[in-house]
C-alpha cells in the first residue's frame, strides 16, 4: 500500500503539488509511481524560466525498464530544480515527496489548482489502475 | 550458442501443450483474404548445379580493374585473417544480444569496436555502429540539433566538399523533421570550407555546424578555427571523418579549444571489402555529456549478481522498445559482423599498422598525383594539402578519358562533373597502399597516351570564338 500524505495534491498522472501559499507549487512523483518505475537512473528536469501549460510534458524519468513523462499540472514558470537529483536520481525512490521533489513553478492560474485530485481521489485512482 | 534442431516428436509435444494439433492453426488470426497462397510470380527453382553454372558465368564478367577510385569507399589490403576469423559461426551467424547471457562473446566484440572508436576519434563514447557514413551523418545531425541547449535553432550548415551522396542522404532523412540544411560554399582555389569566409554563409542561429575532415576532395579543413567559431556560435560541432586518416590527422576529440562534440563516418576502410557498394558499417561518437542522446545499440561493461565482470547493452532508456516514439532513433539495430571485422582488422593492424597504411596511401597518391600532373592539361584543382585523394583538372570531357582508360582496365576516378558542374571536367583520384609503382606508372603513361592521341587526332573544326 503506498503512501499519499494528506496534505499534498495529486494528478491522475502520479504527480503531486505541494502548494506553498506564496503562487508557487513545488512537483514530483508519488511512492505509487517510483514504485512501479522501478529503479531510477536519470531524470531530466526541465529549463528554469521555460514557460509551461498545464499537461505539458516537461520532464522524463527513466528507469532501467521505462522511460516516463512528467506532466505539468498547472500552466506556469519554472522557477527552481533538483539538482541533486542529476548525480543522485534514486533519491526519488528513496524519498519521493521530500527529497524527491523536481521542481518548483510560479503558478499562472490559481484556479487551476482546484482541479487536482486530493489524497483520497488519487488513491481511488490508484486502486482503479491496479 | 549451438544449433539445437527439434525432432516430430518434440514438435508434437509443444503443440500438444499448447492445444493446437498444427503449426498453422496458430496463424488462425489472420483473415483467409489475407493469406498469399504461393508465390506465382516468382520463376520455378534451379538446381544448385544450374544455379552454380550460372553465377560463374555471370562472375566472368566481373573485371579486375586496377582501382584509382575512392569518394567515399576505399580499397585497402584485408589480412586473410579477419574474414577467417569474422566468418566462425560464433561470430557469422550469432544473434542479436538482447539476452546478455548468451551473448557476451558478440557483447565484447561490440565493446572492444567501441573502444577502438573512442582512441581514433579522441571522444568519450561510440555506439555499437550504424547502417552506413551517410545515415551516421543523418544521425548525428538530429542528434545535434535534440541536444544544443543553448541554440534552439534548427538550422545545420553542411559544407559543399561534403560527399555528395551523404549531402542527399542526410536531406532525405533530416527533410521532413523540420531541419533546415544550410549549404556552405568551398574555397575555388585551396578547396577547402573557409573559415574567413564561413561567417558570411552561415545567415544566422544554427543548431550545428558539420566540418568533414579529410573533405570530399581529399583537402585538409583548418578543424581548429572551424570548430571555434562553431562553439563561439553556441553551435554543436559535427566532424565527418576518415578511420584510417585519424592515425594521422589530429582527431575530432581535441579540435579548437574544446573538441569536436560528434564524430562520425564510414568503417568501410577498416576490413571491410569494396564489395559493390556495401555492406559497410557507419560510426558515431559522442562526448559524454551528450551520451543520453546518441541513437543505436550500446555495449556495456558492468559486474553480474555475484560481482563478475560482463558485458551488456546499456542505457536502452534511449531506444524504441523502451522510448517509442520519443527513442533517440528508429534505428534498432548494428552492422555486427562487419564490426567484428572492423574490430579484428585494427586489432591486427595495430594503431602502429593503421599508421603505416595511413603513410603510405598518403605518399601514393602524392605520388599519383604528381605523375598525372605532368601529362599536359592536367593540373591539381586545388592548392591545399590533401590526405589520400586529389581533385585534378583535365583537358578532355572526364567521360571520356575515364572510358578510354577503362578499356585497358583501369579505373582512373570519380567523375566530378556531375555533382560539380562548376568544376567540370574534373577528376578525384585516389591511391591507396595497395597501388604500387608500377600499378601508379601504369596509370599515368596510359592516361599520357590517351590525352596525346585526342590531342592529335583530328576534330572536326570548332569556331575560333
Known amino acids: 500500500m503506498s503512501n499519499t500524505p494528506d496534505d499534498l495534491k495529486y494528478t491522475k498522472e502520479h504527480e503531486w503539488v505541494r502548494d506553498k501559499g506564496d503562487g508557487t507549487i513545488t512537483v514530483g512523483i508519488t511512492d505509487h509511481a517510483q514504485d512501479a518505475l522501478g529503479d531510477l537512473v536519470f531524470i531530466e528536469l526541465p529549463e528554469v524560466g521555460r514557460q509551461v501549460d498545464a499537461g505539458d510534458a516537461c520532464a522524463v524519468v527513466e528507469s532501467v525498464k521505462a522511460a516516463s513523462d512528467i506532466y505539468s499540472p498547472v500552466s506556469g514558470e519554472v522557477t527552481e530544480i533538483n539538482e541533486a537529483l542529476v548525480d543522485a536520481p534514486e533519491t526519488v525512490n528513496d524519498d519521493p515527496y521530500d527529497g524527491g521533489w523536481m521542481f ?27 | 550458442m549451438p544449433f539445437i534442431p527439434h525432432t516430430q516428436e518434440d514438435l508434437a509435444a509443444m503443440l500438444a501443450v499448447m492445444g493446437v494439433e498444427r503449426i498453422d492453426d496458430l496463424f488462425g488470426e489472420i483473415p483467409p483474404d489475407l493469406l498469399v497462397d504461393g508465390l ?11 544455379i552454380g553454372r550460372l553465377m560463374q558465368e555471370r562472375s566472368r564478367q566481373d573485371g579486375q580493374p586496377l582501382c584509382f577510385i575512392g569518394a567515399g569507399a576505399y580499397e585497402h589490403h584485408i589480412p586473410a585473417a579477419v574474414w577467417q576469423i569474422a566468418t566462425r559461426g560464433e561470430f557469422y551467424s550469432a544473434y542479436t544480444p538482447y539476452q546478455a547471457e548468451a ?15 573512442t582512441a581514433l576519434t579522441g571522444l568519450d563514447v561510440s555506439n555499437a555502429s550504424l547502417y552506413d557514413g551517410a545515415s551516421a551523418l543523418a544521425e548525428a545531425v538530429l542528434m545535434a540539433v535534440r541536444a544544443n541547449r543553448k541554440c534552439k535553432s534548427r538550422r545545420v550548415l553542411v559544407p559543399r566538399a561534403l560527399h555528395p551522396a551523404y549531402r542527399r542522404t542526410l536531406r532525405t532523412i533530416v527533410h521532413n523533421q523540420g531541419i533546415e540544411l544550410v549549404e556552405i560554399p568551398f574555397d575555388r582555389s585551396g578547396g577547402h570550407t573557409a573559415p574567413e569566409q564561413i561567417e558570411a ?12 575532415q579529410p573533405n570530399f576532395f581529399g583537402v585538409l579543413e583548418e578543424i581548429d578555427a572551424l570548430t571555434d567559431w562553431a562553439h563561439q556560435r553556441s553551435a554543436l560541432v559535427i566532424g565527418v571523418v576518415n578511420p584510417v ?3 594521422l590527422l589530429s582527431p ?22 569494396l564489395a559493390s557498394g556495401g555492406p559497410y558499417a557507419g560510426f558515431l561518437c559522442c562526448k559524454q555529456a551528450l551520451v543520453r542522446q546518441l541513437p543505436g545499440r550500446i555495449a556495456g561493461r558492468t559486474l553480474d549478481l555475484e560481482g563478475n565482470p560482463g558485458f551488456t547493452l546499456t542505457l536502452q532508456a534511449r531506444e524504441q522498445h523502451i ?9 534498432c539495430t548494428n552492422q555486427g559482423l562487419l564490426v567484428t571485422a572492423a574490430t579484428i582488422h585494427m586489432a591486427l593492424l595495430g594503431a602502429e599498422g593503421l599508421e603505416r597504411v595511413a603513410k603510405a596511401c598518403h605518399a601514393n597518391t602524392k605520388k599519383l598525383g604528381g605523375m598525372l600532373c605532368e601529362v599536359p592539361g592536367i593540373e591539381p584543382l586545388f592548392d591545399r594539402p590533401v590526405f589520400h585523394e586529389k581533385a585534378l583538372r583535365l583537358p ?10 577503362a578499356a585497358h582496365n583501369i579505373l582512373g576516378g570519380f567523375d566530378l562533373g556531375s555533382d560539380y558542374p562548376e568544376l567540370d571536367p574534373a577528376v578525384l583520384v585516389c591511391a591507396t597502399e595497395m597501388r604500387t609503382d608500377e600499378d601508379i606508372t601504369t596509370y599515368a603513361q596510359e592516361l599520357a597516351r590517351v590525352v596525346e592521341t585526342r590531342s592529335r587526332t583530328p576534330y572536326p573544326v570548332r569556331p575560333k570564338i
Open chain 1, 104 to 130: 518548483k513553478l510560479r503558478v499562472a492560474d490559481a484556479s487551476q489548482l482546484d482541479g487536482l485530485l486530493d489524497a483520497t481521489a488519487y488513491e481511488s485512482v490508484v486502486a482503479e489502475e491496479s
Open chain 2, 40 to 50: 506465382p510470380a516468382i520463376p520455378p527453382a534451379l538446381s544448385e548445379m544450374e
Open chain 2, 103 to 117: 551473448s557476451q562473446g558478440t557483447l565484447q566484440v561490440l565493446y572492444e569496436f567501441q573502444s577502438m572508436m
Open chain 2, 201 to 212: 554563409f552561415a545567415g544566422g542561429e544554427f543548431a550545428a555546424l558539420v566540418i568533414n
Open chain 2, 245 to 247: 586518416a585519424l592515425a
Open chain 2, 252 to 273: 575530432p576529440g581535441v579540435w579548437g579549444q574544446t573538441g569536436a562534440d560528434i564524430a562520425c563516418g564510414e568503417a568501410q576502410p577498416l576490413g571491410m571489402p
Open chain 2, 323 to 331: 522510448r517509442r516514439s520519443k527513442a533517440t532513433s528508429n534505428i
Open chain 2, 396 to 405: 578532355a570531357p572526364a567521360a571520356d578519358l575515364l572510358r578510354s582508360v
